[in-house]
């Protein structure tokens, strides 16, 4: 009996163990925010991902639809005024799957860790509708939405 009730023990541990090294990242909780977006530069073009949280803060993943905004400030110096502009680079509509979300680890040294996101992977200059600027400041702006919910909105800035 005792062999039985070890069996049993060792199972036990075993499935929470794996249910805690991989809980978070088997999360379908409904979310509540956009944990984070992060872009920076890769190449001829910009690489993009975001997270999502549920009410508990923790990452989650979600079918739904997202809106990718990417503008760039410009500034224009004229006869000794300055004025700045938004201008548009890049506006797509676009669906998100359960599936198309990964693990992965993010971070560097001290600040690595693992994090469920949703890749939408690197976008080129070429794809923007005009040429950024160069050495400018660009910003992301993701817009999800799912159905009957709200839109939770999450932006980041980025060096071109």
Do not use: W
């Not at 005024?81 to 979300?101: G, Q, T, V």
């Not at 949703?118 to 660009?138: L, M």
Request: some cysteine; glycine content about 8%.
């Amino acid at each position: 009996m005792s062999k039985i009730v070890s069996k049993f023990h060792s199972l036990v541990l075993i499935s929470l163990v794996a249910m805690i090294f991989t809980g978070c990242f088997n999360n379908t909780n409904p979310p509540e925010y956009i944990k984070d977006v992060v872009a920076y530069k890769e190449g001829d073009g910009i690489v993009v991902y975001f997270l999502l949280s549920d009410a508990n803060g923790q990452m989650t993943s979600a079918e739904g639809t997202y809106d990718l905004v990417i503008t760039q400030k410009v500034s224009h110096y004229s006869y000794g005024s300055f004025s700045e502009e938004n201008i548009e680079l890049l506006s797509s509509r676009r669906e998100a799957h359960i599936a198309d979300f990964q693990s992965a680890e993010v971070g560097m040294g001290a600040f690595a860790h693992k994090a469920l996101l949703y890749p939408i992977g690197r976008i080129r200059y070429s794809d923007f509708k005009r040429s950024p600027e160069e050495h400018g400041t660009g910003k992301v702006e993701i817009r999800f939405r799912q159905d009957g919910k709200d839109v939770m909105t999450g932006s980041t800035t980025f060096s071109l």
